[in-house]
């Protein structure tokens, strides 16, 4: 039963748009909020049902560019998404979902396609498939350490002025731009795989610290771990 | 049997060479060199080596290298059989087997389901098998509903007889366009990849092994084949035990797959089966290997699907140790491990190893799975008691143990 006092976590469109391991996100939000004694509940929206209005924290993943064109057309005439960030909730968009985020993203002959217009990128396709690790410095206005991740996309991501960049890239393509993801307010989008939170759980930290407030520190021995392993795998000397 | 022209004739020639070279010094089983120095010199020699022969393509994300070898096995009942057996599964593979066995008048080929088009035009194979799609080395691999768009394409037209599981809703939309298709209904673990209409988008209705678009016409056709537990149900409705030696639901599967493909050859099932119940380790999987009295069971698994099929064949009394890397052939993504439920490990004792254990550590623990970490397999089992214990590795972990305890298949 739904209680006032627990986390309410949105997986948006798992049927569509979860082909990249991005259940690790919600995974690591449910392990590190749990571990703080917040009770969490994770719903599971289908892309047939109706997304909740009333999740403090949504997360939508990355996937073939069918499926993405599929899910776009859904959140589009759906709404719920935008009811619930007009309403102050918390985003996570990954990847294929970072770019449905934007006005426009290519389809799978590159042509452009309308996305939900929630943050103010626009992307297209790019002239070679980005592959591999990633690593960028965050935004310094977030206080987060450097970013880790695996990107695997074919998008070139424009800013435009309503948002900022998430990070400045250090190895990997990102944005195509220099950049990796973007932030405005509540709302963040990354191409990083990996899965991005449990690569970065400073960044997971970041998200629940917006719908909890603050948040007692964690054993991140094992996250720590994995981090310096991928970044001296990636990092010249 | 098949004249080969002089060119293909010496093309076909040096590449069992380099075969037998790479063999002998120790590089490899030879069976993806020899081939390549064959291409190489004959770019058509796969079309030339084809004629003539009757051959079935297996392909699927999972049980393909199994699966070919059951189908082997139960075509021995007609003659020989030239087969890529240690899973050399792209062109060069298969220039190599159809070279090794030159008078063989059958030919079953595991095919990558990436080059499936590709070898499906090249040697206008009369059979093809087609199991499971699934997400696997997302990095590198094309995405699985445009693979099964390849599909269809390449069948469209074709006079070919494909044999197909029709419990797996992107399998049946892939194997849909060929003119004759026969439904086997083989059952599916793993169903991530197919909540979606393959053709509309739509949502899918499942009931049972049943499923149905809710807004289009596409639906799971009716299986001729079926797998009952350990039963397998032929067209006629007769059940046959199957009691094969490989073990888990996947297999049985795979088995009841490679009874239909023989029996679109002629083969029966009163024949084909006591085949397929020989077959007890391929190439490695399966296979038990001893060190100090710790016997350890290799299982292979490669991607979330294969690792459900290891769970459901590993013993819950048994401890586990669990092997990842990232290497080429394996995915340099690790993304992967967070689609696997570990969940079903918590009770036993986990040892995890591989290049990759830091990632694999990082899931055990966020899923609450307590395991110990292990700089190299023979560290992990050395830890273990006496007995038996079970093995999950992916690709290139998998081989570094067999390579390190011999090869023997």
């Known amino acids: 039963m739904p209680s006032d006092s627990a986390l309410r976590i949105v997986w948006i469109y798992p049927d569509l748009l979860s082909t990249y391991g991005d259940q690790g996100n919600v995974l690591v939000l449910e392990r590190r909020a749990r571990l703080r004694g917040i009770d969490t509940e994770t719903v599971h ?79 297209s396709r790019g002239p070679a498939r980005a592959v591999g690790e990633l690593v960028a410095e965050v935004d310094a206005a977030l206080n987060l350490p450097t970013l880790t991740g695996f990107e ?20 990997g393509i990102g944005n195509g731009d220099g950049f990796e993801g973007c932030y405005t307010g509540h709302v963040v989008g990354t191409y990083l795989h990996g899965p991005a939170l449990a690569r970065n759980p400073a960044l997971a930290d970041l998200l629940l610290s917006w719908c909890a407030g603050d948040l007692a520190p964690l054993d991140d021995s094992r996250y720590e771990a994995l981090r310096q392993e991928r970044l001296a795998a990636v990092l010249p000397d | 049997m098949t004249q080969l022209p002089l060119r293909a004739q010496l093309a076909s020639a040096l590449g069992r060479s380099a075969a037998t070279l790479s063999r002998m010094t120790g590089r490899g089983d030879g069976s993806v060199i020899g081939g390549r120095v064959g291409l190489l010199l004959e770019p ?113 037209g074709k006079p070919t ?73 032929d067209p006629n409705g007769e059940r046959w035990l199957l ?36 077959v007890t380790s391929v190439a490695g999987r399966y296979t038990t290997v001893e060190r100090d009295g710790r016997y350890a069971r290799l299982l292979l698994s490669k991607n979330p699907a294969g690792w459900l099929e290891a769970f459901d064949v590993a013993d819950p009394q ?18 992967w491990l967070w689609d696997v439920d570990y969940r079903i490990l918590r009770g036993r004792p986990v040892f995890v190893t591989g290049q990759r254990r830091l990632d694999l550590a990082l899931r055990l623990d966020v899923a609450d799975v307590p395991f110990m970490l292990c700089d190299t397999f023979n560290e992990a089992l050395a830890m273990q008691p006496p007995g038996r214990v079970d093995v999950i590795a992916n690709y290139t972990a998998f081989q570094q143990i067999r390579s390190e305890f011999g090869r023997a298949v």
Request: charged share 20%; hydrophobic share 40%.
């Open chain 2, 161 to 233: 007889h494909v044999i197909a599981n029709c419990d797996d809703p992107l399998v049946t939309w892939g194997a849909s366009t060929a003119a004759k298709v026969t439904w086997v209904a083989g059952g599916q673990r793993w169903k991530e990849d197919s909540w979606c209409c393959p053709e509309c988008g739509g949502p899918l209705d499942r009931k049972d092994a049943d499923w149905a678009c809710r807004e289009c016409t596409f639906h799971r056709p009716e299986p001729q084949w079926a797998v009952d537990d350990d039963v397998a149900i």
């Open chain 1, 152 to 171: 695997n996309h074919m998008g070139v991501t424009h800013l435009g002025p309503g948002v900022k960049p998430l990070s400045k890239t250090l190895v």
């Open chain 1, 45 to 123: 929206v289908r892309s047939a049902d109706p997304v909740p209005e009333t999740g403090d924290l949504y997360l939508i993943g990355g996937g073939e560019d069918r499926p993405q064109i599929l899910a776009a057309e859904r959140l589009r005439r759906d709404g719920g998404l935008h009811r619930a960030i007009a309403g102050g909730a918390v985003l996570l968009a990954v990847c294929a979902g970072y770019q449905i985020m934007g006005s426009t993203f290519g389809g799978e002959e590159g042509q452009p396609v309308d996305g939900i217009g929630l943050l103010d990128i626009s992307s």
């Open chain 2, 44 to 156: 058509d020699l796969l079309r030339k080596l084809a004629r003539d022969r009757k051959l079935a393509l297996i392909s699927a994300t999972n049980g393909k290298t199994t699966t070919t070898r059951l189908v082997t096995s139960a075509l021995l009942e007609l003659g020989e059989v030239a087969t890529n057996a240690f899973g050399a599964n792209m062109p060069a593979g298969h220039v190599s087997a159809l070279s090794q066995h030159k008078g063989a008048p059958y030919g079953v080929l595991e095919v990558d389901e990436k080059y499936l088009p590709e070898v499906l035009d090249t040697t206008g194979a009369g059979v093809v098998c087609l199991m499971n799609l699934s997400r696997d080395q997302m990095d590198r691999a094309a995405e699985i509903w445009l693979l099964a768009q390849k599909w269809r394409r390449a069948l469209s």
């Open chain 2, 243 to 278: 009691d094969i030696q490989l073990p888990g639901a996947a297999n049985r599967s795979n088995a009841v797959m490679a009874l239909a493909v023989a029996d679109a050859f002629g083969v029966p099932v009163e024949r084909a089966l006591p085949r397929l119940r020989e």
């Open chain 2, 318 to 335: 048994l401890p586990i140790i669990l092997a990842v890397n990232a290497q080429g052939p394996d995915g340099r993504d690790t993304s």
